[in-house]
């Protein structure tokens, strides 16, 4: 199934200290048109507890598969293009940056189809947005939207002009930026902004204590000081292995 080794992927990738920032893209006409099918379990004999229990482990499943995606220790860039439906803004949603293309359209459309949106839409889409009444809207409507509302509520940083392969080129720039720096900046990074948006300011500011009393004895921050006095690129050395 798809999204097993969607999860599968991410946690490989994750793990390897030579990857240093991921563009995740389709290579089909859409990003995804939603889900490719409803999973039908717990039918037949058993009782309703016991088909509850299938389905609870079926769906925790779903979620860490995707929830891998943002815990994956190099950023991941998104780039869409096409139908964004149901499943695709779950992965969007858990991406670290977001670009579309202009022919991109967006629907949380699980209520179409008779379920609450339960693989982290409805967690993840209120706190990139901000927009409480919007995000309602979206959720309850299944209304499409197009690239324009998605950059005006914020949900994508980057419109580009074209389909698949000019978001793709859009991506991979910024990639090639991040990509440049050092892994320990990097990964710290988005490890602290995942970690501030569900803290306090005051926890985020001790745990950013902690994180740098160590992270700030990497050779990385001597080699960015050395390169920028001789005036030539930095060379970062690639994490360890994880």
């Not at 199934?1 to 599968?8: D, I, K, P, Q, S």
Request: net charge neutral; hydrophobic share 40%; with cysteine.
């Amino acid at each position: 199934r798809f999204w097993e080794e969607l999860g599968a992927t991410f946690q490989t990738i994750s793990d390897d200290p030579t990857v240093r920032i991921v563009v995740l893209a389709s290579s089909l006409k859409h990003f995804t048109a939603g889900l490719d099918h409803i999973q039908t379990i717990g039918k037949g004999e058993d009782e309703a507890p016991r088909r509850a229990i299938k389905w609870r482990r079926h769906i925790s499943q779903f979620q860490a598969a995707i929830s891998s995606i943002e815990e994956c220790t190099q950023p991941v860039i998104g780039a869409v293009h096409g139908l964004c439906y149901g499943l695709g803004i779950d992965i969007l949603c858990a991406c670290d940056i977001r670009y579309c293309a202009t022919d991109a359209r967006f629907s949380i459309k699980e209520i179409d189809v008779g379920l609450a949106a339960d693989i982290g839409s409805l967690a993840r889409l209120p706190k990139i947005v901000g927009n409480a009444s919007a995000v309602r809207e979206l959720a309850l409507t299944a209304r499409e939207f197009d690239c324009r509302e998605a950059e005006r509520l914020g949900f994508v940083s980057r419109v580009v002009q074209g389909s698949r392969e000019e978001v793709i080129v859009a991506a991979c720039e910024t990639a090639r930026v991040i990509a440049s720096k050092s892994p320990i900046a990097i990964m710290g990074t988005k490890h602290l902004l995942n970690h501030a948006r569900d803290h306090s300011v005051r926890d985020n500011l001790e745990y950013t204590v902690t994180w740098n009393a160590t992270m700030l004895q990497s050779t990385d921050m001597a080699e960015a000081m050395e390169a920028f006095r001789l005036k030539r690129p930095p060379k970062f050395a690639n994490l360890g292995k994880l």
